[in-house]
Nanobody, 124 residues
């Protein structure tokens, strides 16, 4: 069982940076692949980034590649999403998710546990 709590969302101007964090509970956190998804108003939830259990492999949606960086600290049970060069189209609720797999997936049905989400708003 893994419980996830996101934090760090907020309002930022276009071109700015923001880091959202995900705190996980559970002694088996390091055995889970982790992902970030987002959902904008009126749109379906979409994959943003994922990281393997060891942190050795990362995956990104084309729309954020080169701007966002996912990382994890297994000693602290934390996952981070550093977002740079933010655009208004990045505005969404960002969700952290955990999957009991070695290789993280890019579809939400592959993830078993979800946080409550944190709002990120990018103004133009």
């Amino acid at each position: 069982q893994v419980q996830l709590v996101e934090s760090g969302g907020g309002l930022v101007q276009a071109g700015g940076s923001l880091r959202v964090s995900c705190a996980a509970s559970g002694r088996t956190f390091s055995s889970y692949a982790m992902g970030w998804f987002r959902q904008a108003p009126g749109k379906e939830r979409e994959f943003v980034a994922a990281i393997s259990w060891s942190g050795g492999s990362t995956y990104y949606a084309d729309s954020v590649k080169g701007r966002f960086t996912i990382s994890r600290d297994n000693a602290k049970n934390m996952v981070y999403l550093q977002m740079n060069s933010l655009k208004p189209e990045d505005t969404a609720v960002y969700y952290c998710a955990a999957a009991p797999t070695i290789v993280p997936g890019t579809t939400d049905h592959e993830y078993d546990y979800w946080g409550q989400g944190t709002q990120v708003t990018v103004s133009s």
